[in-house]
């Protein structure tokens, strides 16, 4: 199967072979800050989010992304919008293309930014993460959006493995100690959440989206380094960008905000 994103139409096409693309509580969506609801119910439990330095285990280009991937030990997310505990398993991200201001998947008052990373959890009151991903509460996932400032040496302890990972399947461990609360921003206490999916195919209605309202800054030329990564594309392999989906409906939902 070619890339999703460049192959026919897209992300327009995918629901011919995933009908549920066009299902009532999909992601990515657009967070009108107008619209979204106070809760404070979601302060009342404050979300927990427990990282460490020894979860992340390898890094894999899984052919629309990076992957750093997490045996999810000392790693946990609770509280807030979550009845559960949920276990850390990986961190990817989704961006856009040179000189453009899309990249993001979800949106706020219409708005992209250059970026966006996905801290991915599964609920641990299932197996493993494979018989969680289909479940509505299976899975949990911290949105980061990336904006254009000063640099950030963490996540580009990540980026510098980025060249050791050219194409489609390769992997290669990390041997250093790398703490994904550093991708986290300044502030994590605001955030939007709602209940939505996967936002690559099979599109799996099985994701609380924790959506952090602060974005957290890296510089232009580490967002450059993003399209470093290669990716097979219908004329051959060439640099991976625009690999995300645009917002889609937000049908019958509202979407809940941890701040006043
Ligand atoms: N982009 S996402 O975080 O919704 C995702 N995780 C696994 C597959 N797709
Ligand atoms: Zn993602």
């Given at each position: 199967r070619g890339n999703i994103y460049l192959s026919g139409a897209g992300p327009s096409a995918w629901h011919e072979e995933y009908p549920v693309a066009k299902g009532k509580r999909q992601s990515p969506v657009d967070i009108n800050t107008n619209k979204t609801k106070f809760d404070p119910k979601l302060a009342a439990d404050p979300l927990t989010i427990r990282f460490s330095d020894s979860c992340c285990q390898s890094i894999v280009n899984t052919g629309i992304s990076f992957q750093v991937t997490s045996n999810g030990a000392g790693c946990e997310l609770s509280g807030g919008p979550l009845d559960s505990t949920y276990q850390f398993a990986q961190f990817h991200a989704h961006w856009g293309a040179y000189l453009k201001t899309t990249g993001s998947e979800h949106t706020v008052d219409g708005v992209s930014y250059p970026a966006e990373l996905h801290l991915v959890h599964w609920n641990t009151k299932y197996d493993d993460f494979k018989d969680a991903v289909d479940k509505p509460d299976g899975l949990a996932v911290i949105a980061v959006f990336f904006k254009r400032g000063k640099e950030h040496p963490g996540f580009g302890k990540i980026q510098d493995l980025f060249s050791k990972i050219p194409a489609k399947g390769a992997k290669v461990n990390i041997d250093f100690e790398f703490n994904?609360?550093?991708?986290?921003?300044?502030?994590?206490?605001n955030y939007w959440t709602y209940l939505g999916s996967l936002t690559t195919p099979p599109l799996y209605e099985s994701v609380t989206w924790i959506v952090m309202k602060e974005p957290l800054e890296v510089s232009v030329e580490q967002i450059a380094i993003l399209r470093t990564l290669l990716w097979e594309t219908p004329n051959g392999v060439s640099q991976m960008y625009n690999n995300f989906r645009p917002p889609v409906p937000l049908r019958d939902r509202v979407i809940r905000a941890s701040f006043g």
């Open positions: 994904p609360g550093l991708l986290m921003p300044p502030d994590s206490e």
